[in-house]
């Protein structure tokens, strides 16, 4: 019983409520439709007392709020707000003052709950203060000027405590309303700006980030395109020789490796943050994938002389995009090269683990840094270590690595390789 009267209280109130209304606006038209669902129901209860007892002049009074109230319900229902505040307005002045002084019930009272809903429901101030000062007279006027005289019929003494009663009930459920639309708003104005502030932080790391990424390129990308060309402008003005110059090449070569890689995130990373990561799943053999990589790198292999142990099953299958695959474990095994030293080993394994993939690179070189590692746990970018041959890199691999992984329903882990190096492990759904 109690909760169907809750939902018609709360459909009754919405009455009228628009999307296009502010949270002001709603609290008016939901103020007034709570005084009307209160007041119909009452003043329809002393209709029939009246009709009962025989006050048919009192009751003429009850039927008039009715059909007013009820008139008022429709015009705010459709949305001509303003006139139904101002008919509520002057016509409970009226019928209160008039019932006061007329039958000695109690009404009067209720311009004293007129003044609290006139402030409640109206903007202008100049409006507010003349309908307060005119109710504040008129209820002067009843209990001194008229006090007593124009009584047309004696009402019983109860109906005075009663009237007082549903006034007081009326003007505590009125400001409950208001505290309560008040405190939903404040809420919901708080949420906005932690949303706000959230926003804002994530937004601050994603400007320090790319303030760091132009830095990188800006301080990292510029070498090797310089070594080059001062290399060749060498050769072009026989400063040095074809054959200095093939010496030379292989570091040039190394470097340009580095630069492409470079080059490669880069443009995976801008693509990532204009476009979003797209993800285009299928089936494929990792070890195919695995095997075209590491010939990728064979210079670079062949000139730290590091010793590549493979043991990985030909026919375990990943379901993931192979693109990012193919990124995911470059930048991997990049690393793995970069930061070992020369005549070490690094040992690729993989294996199924239920319904994953895992693929293992662990090295015995340098190992990643702390800030390193705490970048990639908060998917930032950070400034790479140079490699064991002074390699370069722009701190995008980590990241993207991350965040390919994550998107593709699996992750990267990170730990150390005793007594040195690192071990990195690529998990992706098994197919």
């Known amino acids: 019983m109690l909760s169907a009267m809750s939902s018609l209280f709360r459909k009754f109130t919405m009455s009228g409520v628009s999307d296009t209304l502010s949270f002001e606006e709603v609290k008016r038209v939901k103020l ?18 009246n009709l009962l007892n025989k006050h048919y002049l009192p009751a003429t009074f009850n039927l008039l709020i009715i059909i007013g109230g009820l008139g008022i319900y429709y015009i705010n229902r459709s949305h001509r707000y303003i006139i139904a505040r101002v008919i509520l307005s002057s016509m409970g002045t009226v ?107 994530a937004l601050a790391i994603l400007n320090e980030s790319k303030e760091k990424l132009i830095s990188i390129i800006a301080h990292d990308m510029r070498s090797p395109i310089a070594s080059l060309r001062t290399s060749l402008d060498l050769v072009q003005a026989d400063v040095i020789s074809k054959a200095d110059f093939t010496e030379i090449a292989r570091q040039l070569v190394l470097q340009v490796d580095h630069l492409q890689e470079s080059m490669d995130n880069l443009l995976h990373w801008s693509l990532s943050q204009l476009k979003g990561i797209t ?95 705490q970048a990639m746990k908060d998917g930032t970018i950070s400034y790479s270590e140079r490699g064991t041959l002074n390699e370069k890199g722009t701190g995008l691999g980590l990241m993207l690595t991350k965040e390919f992984a994550e998107r593709n329903n699996g992750g990267i882990y990170i730990a150390t390789n005793e007594p040195r190096g690192c071990i990195v492990t690529i998990e992706l759904p098994a197919a």
Not at 32 to 49: D, G, H, K, Q, R
Not at 106 to 126: D, H, R, T
Not at 136 to 153: M, Y
Not at 164 to 179: A, C, P, Q, V, W
């Open 95 to 201: 019928l209160f003052f008039s019932s006061g002084i007329l039958f000695n019930g109690g009404a009067e009272y209720f311009l004293l709950l007129s003044i609290c809903l006139v402030m409640m429901l109206f903007e202008n101030k100049w409006f507010v203060y003349t309908l307060s000062i005119i109710n504040a007279t008129l209820f002067l006027l009843s209990q001194t000027l008229f006090a007593n005289k124009l009584h047309v019929e004696e009402l019983p003494a109860t109906r005075i405590i009663f009237n007082l009663g549903s006034m007081l009930t009326l003007f505590i459920l009125s400001l409950r309303n208001f505290k309560w639309e008040h405190i939903i708003h404040q809420t919901k104005y708080e949420r906005k700006n932690t949303d706000l502030e959230e926003s804002n932080k």
């Open 279 to 373: 993800i285009h799943t299928e089936v494929f053999l990792p070890a195919e994938e695995i095997r075209n990589t590491l010939k990728l790198f064979e210079e670079n292999i062949h000139l730290k002389q590091l010793q590549v142990n493979l043991v990985i099953p030909e026919d375990i299958q990943i379901t993931a995009d192979i693109n990012h695959f193919k990124i995911i474990f470059r930048n991997i095994l990049s690393n793995a090269i970069k930061y070992s030293y020369t005549k070490e080993a690094i040992s690729i394994e993989m294996k199924r683990v239920y319904d994953k993939v895992r693929i293992v690179i662990a090295d015995q070189g340098m190992g990643l840094s702390q800030e390193q590692l």
């Open 32 to 49: 007034l439709n709570s005084c009307l669902f209160i007041s119909i129901p009452y003043t329809t209860f002393f209709f029939f007392i």
